[in-house]
């Protein structure tokens, strides 16, 4: 009976001590690390509005028959603001796009003067209506959320102008122009991801929108001919962009 029971502690003990054993072999179980972020992405549509503020010029140079030549330039400033749209694709650290943007603005400016000797004056007014540029961008990340880039394309808008023009002892007519114009842009900005698809962006842009060349009869003074009118536009505006399919943290 001694023997059984010694035999058994026996068996027990080393059945006990190889469990210790392998137990002490076996590595501590280690979770796996949680998945890594998605990479943010610059690719997708976008639709965002912008505000900002525009100074630009409209020269006038206008010929009246049997009176002389005339020429002036005239500061056409004010608020700019509207909506854009576009679409972005990202490769590697480069992002390519096409972007529209519509604009309404306040811009407009006039002033009276003597362009030809003491017996003329001209009151002007001049007003840009509407904006609208199609632009190709393309950029460099960088940084990850953070893209800076340059743009061109086509910009068109509607501008007005008049002027009065008055001849002492003669009398005095009126001009009126007004007339969608097409020319081109271009500018650059920086734009920085702050969530999800939202964006934030400063752009400028340059705008030429081209001459007008025309003749035109006022009543009372007979003609104007080589009547011409140019407009151009500097703009800087803050934007803010929402992109589907892009995004990713």
Avoid at 209 to 227: V, W, Y
Avoid at 234 to 239: A, D, E, K
Wanted: aromatic share 14%; charged share 15%.
């Amino acid at each position: 009976m001694k023997k059984f029971l010694l035999a058994s502690a026996a068996l027990t003990v080393l059945l006990g001590g190889s469990a210790v054993a392998a137990d002490l072999r076996r590595p501590a179980y280690t979770p796996p690390p949680p998945p890594a972020a998605p990479a943010y992405s610059w690719t997708g549509l976008y639709w965002g509005a912008n505000i900002g503020y525009s100074w630009g010029q409209s020269k006038y140079d206008a010929t009246l028959r049997g009176v002389g030549t005339l020429s002036r330039s005239e500061d056409i400033d004010g608020v700019i603001g509207g909506v854009q749209s576009g679409y972005n694709y990202q490769f590697g650290a480069w992002v390519w796009g096409f972007e529209t943007d519509f604009q309404a603005t306040g811009q407009k400016g006039g002033s009276t003067f003597t362009g030809i000797n003491q017996r003329v004056s001209v009151t002007t007014d001049h007003k840009l209506e509407w904006l609208g540029t199609s632009r190709s961008r393309l950029g460099f990340l960088w940084s990850p959320y953070t893209l800076v880039y340059g743009t061109a394309g086509v910009a068109y808008g509607e501008v007005k102008d008049s002027a009065t023009i008055t001849v002492a002892g003669d009398g005095s007519g009126n001009a009126n122009f007004k007339d969608w114009k097409a020319g081109w842009t271009a500018g650059g900005g920086i734009e920085s991801a702050f969530g999800g698809g939202w964006s934030a962006k400063l752009e400028y842009l340059y705008v030429d929108l081209g001459k007008t060349e025309r003749t035109l009869a006022t009543p009372g003074l007979g003609t104007i001919i080589a009547d011409t009118r140019r407009t151009t536009d500097n703009i800087v505006r803050v934007g803010l962009n929402y992109r589907w399919g892009g995004g990713g943290y």
